[in-house]
T-cell receptor, first 115, second 110 residues
Framework: DTGVSQDPRHKITKRGQNVTFRCDPISEHNRLYWYRQTLGQGPEFLTY????????KSRLLSDRFSAERPKGSFSTLEIQRTEQGDSAMYLC?????????????FGQGTRLTVV | TQLLEQSPQFLSIQEGENLTVYCNSSSVFSSLQWYRQEPGEGPVLLVT?????EVKKLKRLTFQFGDARKDSSLHITAAQPGDTGLYLC??????????FGAGTILRVKS
């Protein structure tokens, strides 16, 4: 399977705990994106990387959220001190960099439930 | 406020009917993509359009990008139950992040 891979698929955690999600992009793609999606809404942009550089972060990404892509390959998204409002589907996507347009391919997502 | 407005929000039709979903914006995009998403899964890319006025066909699906590159439509001919899902449009500028509409939920009844 050469698609975008996310782990875990599902995570249930107690409020206040920290969680970390992993994303493995398509191997030749140098751009990696994180999105969050709640029920009935389209995905909301969180952050993206070009290789190991984090190029943009959304205002949605509070201080409790941090993302890394240390070697320009896989990426992790950590949420500290989780809150019930963090419950959502967290989506990762990757794309090859083209100056004119973005063509992003998504993983299956990580469903986070904070209880 | 959604940068991309999709309509209708929800559509329930009978198998065999035709339908059109719209994606509108006041902003110009360098590309626009359509995705289909099933419950509990990630969005799956259907098509990318980059040229104003461009029309692309994918079997029973026809995608059009507006001349001004601000809007797009998705037309499905003879809908089937397998077309059921959430249809999302997403716009991109200059190779950067995509911004998504809220989606259109399509239900095709047999």
């Amino acid at each position: 399977d050469t698609g975008v891979s996310q782990d875990p698929r599902h995570k249930i955690t107690k409020r206040g705990q920290n969680v970390t999600f992993r994303c493995d992009p398509i191997s030749e793609h140098n751009r990696l994106y994180w999105y969050r999606q709640t029920l009935g809404q389209g995905p909301e942009f969180l952050t993206y990387f070009q290789n190991e550089a984090q190029l943009e972060k959304s205002r949605l990404l509070s201080d409790r959220f941090s993302a890394e892509r240390p070697k320009g390959s896989f990426s992790t998204l950590e949420i500290q001190r989780t809150e019930q409002g963090d419950s959502a589907m967290y989506l990762c996507a990757s794309s090859p960099f083209r100056q004119v347009y973005t063509e992003a391919f998504f993983g299956q997502g990580t469903r986070l439930t904070v209880v | 406020t959604q940068l991309l407005e999709q309509s209708p929000q929800f559509l329930s039709i009978q198998e065999g009917e035709n339908l059109t979903v719209y994606c509108n914006s006041s902003s110009v995009f360098s590309s626009l993509q359509w995705y289909r998403q099933e419950p509990g899964e990630g969005p799956v890319l259907l098509v990318t359009v980059v040229t104003g006025g461009e029309v692309k066909k994918l079997k029973r699906l026809t995608f059009q990008f507006g001349d001004a590159r601000k809007d797009s439509s998705l037309h499905i001919t003879a809908a089937q139950p397998g077309d059921t899902g959430l249809y999302l449009c997403a716009g991109g500028r200059d190779g950067n992040k995509l911004v998504f509409g809220a989606g259109t939920i399509l239900r095709v009844k047999s």
